[in-house]
């Protein structure tokens, strides 16, 4: 059974920093990509960041400049650097991969969500 495990998730002031992490655990053979999603109240979940196996990332225009994704596959671990905070950056940050477990094919999996709240 494939878990995520998000860490990292708290109170920051306005401009401050926070780092993500994810971790991946379970029977996994492969994985493609990891990433961050977040949902604020009242609004759609929305892709944040991603990265490749092959160290290819992808931002939302909202994140650009401000936020980092990084990888280390070996270890199954995603983390997502965030500078420059803003309000409007609250939001549950959820870890997301599309992976192989065991003889299944990929699929993609979740964590439970890590809450950020950003204070003005």
């Known amino acids: 059974q494939v878990q995520l495990v998000e860490s990292g998730g708290g109170l920051v002031q306005a401009g401050g920093s926070l780092t993500l992490s994810c971790v991946a655990s379970?029977?996994?053979?492969?994985?493609?990509?990891m990433g961050w999603y977040r949902q604020a109240p009242g609004r759609q979940r929305e892709l944040v960041a991603d990265?490749?196996?092959?160290?290819?990332?992808n931002y939302a225009d909202s994140v650009k400049g401000r936020f980092t994704i990084s990888g280390d596959f070996a270890k199954n671990t995603v983390y997502l650097q965030m500078n420059s905070l803003k309000p409007e950056d609250t939001s549950v940050y959820y870890c997301?991969?599309?992976?192989?477990?065991?003889?299944?094919?990929?699929?993609?999996?979740w964590g439970e969500g890590t809450l950020v709240t950003v204070s003005s």
């Open positions: 990265i490749t196996s092959g160290g290819r990332s």
């Open positions: 997301m991969s599309d992976l192989s477990a065991g003889y299944g094919g990929p699929m993609d999996y």
């Open positions: 379970g029977n996994i053979q492969g994985i493609n990509t």
